[in-house]
């Protein structure tokens, strides 16, 4: 199964142009390593602060765009990987082995990534199929 | 937390830390089958202690310190009723004061144990069914009950299988340590083939109700990922990682709803998975960086990626396809390499060109019960306008599959050939 782990905002990580602490970094640079190296880790990425993105409310047909940055910090995303495991408990022990990802406390959430098959209750044959078309204009980006 | 949140904790630090720690104990005892067993009696310590005492803060250490202890202890119990076993004991202690730093064991930053666990679980003096149980319980860290989930066989064969391959490594004292030198090249195939096995064994399952064990699959890409890690200037690994990311990409795409089989070309690219094939065209440039000749399994690599690359099948490059068969073709010859060359050649030069080499493969005898060369040729006959003779060869292949519903399709479209 795949899971997206989450390492969720703080203060310090909002700031901007915050950058993390060089032994944080090398630590960080290690696990991904090990991660790398038990053949679990499929992608990863650490996010901008919140200033310097956006966000689009959706409210019936209007759209209304807010800049950044966004207030509740804890509940904001600074980083995710994406790992292969056989459960959520092999999930949770990589994580545990993770550095504290911030100075002070900080939080890494785990989710199990949806696969196409879990859709087949509630999409019908036709919309998972639309759903797809979408990814195959992706296919065409992705290929170099 | 309950005891089955314990046991299922402990499942999952037993995955990750199980290859390693056989590995170093393996070094510690040289003893295989010891060093799993010893291994195994950890693990139950494990089960009966973390529970109260919660997991430690470095579990692997645990393990590993916990059954080296216990090889101690058994040796210097042997010890006493037998001489050998005291030269062993002493050993051992020898061992201990060369490499008194247990984590520095642990670390083993280069991986060097891991990768002799790899090379001894993959040699090739073992049949190649007994090196995939064996790679998937000792580097998978997989339970029996898995693995003969997985191949479809009763756990006690698989028990079988695996206690004795481990006789067999330790009679003929084949060594724990990393091949150098020429003999590299030969082993390392042994361990590529064993980890292709199990990725095709899980691919295009040859038995049971599904056509693909996606489980298997990734079991088979993880142990290649971590080969890829270990061995990182080996190119045949990452064509083989690659290979095999680019195959995965399809899983989604390549069984109908109904269970039946979808050709390639007849696929639905949109299902195709894009981390996926990412990643395999990364592990073809991480071959390329290498600079070392290609060898057969990244050339196959490179084939997949031309489908790969291609947003609709008549994107696909053909021409770099048949030149990639014809290069695979020169370095490991074989009548079914040929036949694919065959089908490539017939999209860039036309149906006759590949019938005619398709006709030259038809007297070569291995390929006497390959039902794909006479469906492939009943192909090339219908697009030539032959229909009564394409019929004849899909009716033979139709007797020389296998696979059921291949059968049905391949007398399905025998019969639309004489409509025609």
């Known amino acids: 199964m795949r899971f997206m782990v989450i390492v969720k905002a703080t203060p310090e990580s909002e700031k901007e142009g915050a950058l993390p602490d060089p032994q944080l970094l090398l630590d960080m640079g290690k696990y991904n390593e090990e991660l790398i190296k038990a053949g679990v880790l499929l992608a990863a990425d650490g996010l901008h602060p919140s200033s310097k993105g956006a966000r689009v409310k959706f409210s019936g047909k209007s759209r209304t765009v807010t800049d950044g940055p966004f207030s509740e910090t804890k509940e904001l995303v600074a980083g995710f990987w994406l790992w292969q495991v056989k459960s959520l408990e092999e999930a949770i022990e990589w994580v545990k082995r993770c550095p504290n990802p911030h100075a002070g406390d900080s939080e890494i959430e785990i989710r199990q990534v949806f696969e196409m098959e879990d859709f087949a209750p509630v999409l019908s044959q036709e919309q998972i199929q639309h759903k797809e078309r979408g990814r195959a204009q992706l296919v065409g980006q992705a290929k170099k | ?420």
């Open chain 2, 1 to 420: 937390m309950s005891a089955t949140d314990h046991h299922r904790t402990i499942e999952a630090v037993w995955r990750i830390e199980s290859a390693r720690v056989i590995a170093g104990l393996t070094r510690l005892t040289r003893d295989l089958g010891l060093a799993e067993d010893l291994a195994q009696e950890a693990l139950l310590a494990a089960l009966e202690q973390w529970p109260q005492s919660g997991v430690p803060e470095n579990p692997g250490a645990w393990l590993t310190a916990t059954g080296k202890r216990r090889a101690i202890d058994l040796f210097r119990r042997n010890a006493v009723a037998e001489r050998k076993h005291q030269d062993l004991a002493r050993d051992l202690a020898t061992l201990e004061q060369t490499v008194p730093d247990l984590n520095s064991t642990l670390d083993d930053p280069i991986g060097d144990d891991l990768l002799r666990l790899v090379f001894i679980s993959c040699h090739p003096i073992l049949s190649t069914d007994s090196r995939a149980a064996l790679a998937l319980r000792l580097l998978g860290g997989l339970t029996i009950p898995e693995i003969a989930r997985a191949f479809l066989t009763p756990e006690p064969t698989i028990a079988q299988r695996i206690v004795r391959a481990k006789r067999i490594l330790a009679e003929k004292h084949i060594p724990f340590e990393v091949p150098r030198g020429p003999e590299l090249a030969a082993r390392l195939s042994s361990v590529l083939e064993v980890i292709y096995l199990i990725f095709n064994e899980g691919y295009s399952a040859t038995a049971g109700d599904d056509l693909i064990r996606p489980t298997l699959c990734q079991d088979a890409l993880r142990l290649g990922r971590i080969l890829a890690e270990l061995t990182p200037n080996e190119p045949e690994v990452h064509g083989l990682v690659a290979l095999m990311e680019i195959q995965a990409s399809r899983t989604r795409a390549r069984v109908s709803p109904t269970g039946e089989p979808i050709l390639l070309l007849e696929q639905n690219r949109a299902h195709w998975d894009l981390l996926l094939i990412h990643r395999g065209l990364s592990a073809i440039d991480r071959a390329h960086k290498i600079g070392k000749p290609r060898g057969p399994y990244l050339l196959q690599a490179e084939i997949a990626a031309c489908h790969a690359r291609a947003r609709t099948p008549e994107e696909t490059d053909w021409p770099r396809i048949v030149s990639l068969y014809t290069e695979l073709a020169d370095l490991s010859p074989s009548p079914v390499i040929e036949l694919n060359r065959a089908v490539a050649v017939s999209m860039v030069h036309g149906p006759q060109a590949a019938l005619d080499l398709v006709e030259a493969l038809a007297t070569d005898p291995s390929l006497d019960r390959y039902h794909l060369l006479p469906s492939v040729r009943a192909d090339l006959l219908l697009k030539l306008n032959r229909p009564t003779e394409a019929r004849h060869h899909f009716e033979q292949a139709a007797a020389l599959t296998q696979n059921t519903r291949e059968r049905a399709l391949l007398l399905s479209r025998a019969a639309a050939c004489q409509t025609k």
